[in-house]
């Protein structure tokens, strides 16, 4: 472990993730004793170990290279608080100051099996986010006696930035991404059963609609370019036959970081390199299966973009007239 444990934090300290100075005030060592153990002159103890585990958000099991067959998780979860706008800023900062991390790192590649939107493209525009974010609040907080009004602009224009922001972040990393048939379709019908249930009107259907289009529009711009705004390289693959699970695995190069979707907004999380190595590979025979659309592959992406805007177009026929 203490082998690991160094070759792990030297790469931080070269990154410029982690100082020297930050370790030593981590571990309540002076620097000569933290270079010490960087240089495995001396070991880390089992306690300190642990520490920077839980500083840096890695497993401990991360730190060994015997085989493991037990993984630990993290979980990541939406807390509640008694106001509703606390309760999305703390989630939207806290994805924020994630994404933050593994940008610094370097990342690589971001891997995506993408049974609904991809989590940052709800934060694509202003008209999305507060709708998605809505919807997800009142899933999993307001029981039938609690009420909470829909507005276009219910959300603070600080929180509707900052989650835009990681929209930004998310075009800016290299992702390889698998999309169905299905990925859109949970959010159309999310605006619908809103639209039924009277919590947004008819002209906010409408509006949502036409976010939905323009998102479409985008991502069809982003797979013929093979690109995110010119700077992320976008990968995509149309999979007609697999339902996809919204795993996400970030390649960092050094590390591999992988996320689960549960209960809506909550993620389980590990650094587990065998576990990671495992989705990678449960990833890549998906994708022999699956068809190339960004970049060349013309037909199919018209295929897929073409069904994504006939199935907005028969959900806005379902809303009627504004």
């Known amino acids: 472990m203490n082998t690991q444990l160094s070759i792990l934090l ?3 300290i070269k990154d410029k993730i982690l100082s020297i100075e930050g370790l030593s005030s981590l571990l309540n060592q002076s620097k000569d004793s933290v270079y010490r153990r960087l240089r495995g002159e001396t070991d880390f ?3 300190e170990a642990f520490i920077i585990a839980n500083k840096l958000e890695i497993s401990i099991d991360a730190l060994h290279k015997e085989n493991i067959s037990q993984t630990i998780f993290r979980t990541k979860q939406f807390v509640f608080h008694d106001d509703a706008i606390d309760t999305i800023q703390q989630y939207i900062n806290e994805l924020h100051t994630d994404l933050e991390k593994v940008a610094k790192a370097g990342v690589i590649n971001l891997y995506y099996a993408a049974k609904d939107l991809p989590l940052f493209c709800f934060f694509s525009s202003a008209t999305l986010t507060n709708f998605k974010l809505y919807f997800w609040y009142i899933t999993l907080f307001i029981n039938s006696s609690k ?3 829909y507005q276009q602009d219910w959300l603070p224009k600080n929180v509707v930035n900052k989650a835009i922001d990681l929209y930004r972040m998310y075009n800016q990393t290299n992702s390889v991404e698998i999309w169905n048939f299905e990925t859109i379709n949970s959010t159309l019908h999310q605006i619908q059963y809103c639209l039924e249930c009277g919590l947004i009107n008819t002209s906010q259907a409408h509006e949502l609609m036409d976010a939905m289009l323009d998102f479409v529009n985008n991502l069809d711009d982003f797979a013929r370019a093979g690109n995110k705004n010119k700077i992320g ?9 697999l339902l ?3 795993s996400v695995i970030f390649d960092l190069g050094f590390q591999h970081l992988f996320y689960l979707p549960y209960q809506t907004l ?3 999380s590990t650094t587990d390199e065998n576990f990671a190595k495992q989705n990678l590979e449960w990833f890549q025979k998906q994708i022999a299966k699956s068809t190339l659309i960004s970049g060349d592959g013309e037909k199919d992406r018209n295929k897929l973009m073409n069904h994504y805007r006939k199935e907005i177009k028969k959900y806005r026929s ?3 007239e504004e």
């Not at 390289?233 to 036959?241: A, C, D, F, Q, V």
């Open 10 to 12: 030297n790469k931080f």
């Open 45 to 47: 103890l089992l306690n």
């Open 147 to 149: 009420k909470l009004a």
């Open 233 to 241: 390289k976008l990968t995509m693959y149309l999979n007609e036959i």
């Open 244 to 246: 996809l699970d919204n």
């Open 266 to 268: 909550n993620f389980l």
């Open 318 to 320: 379902k809303i009627g």
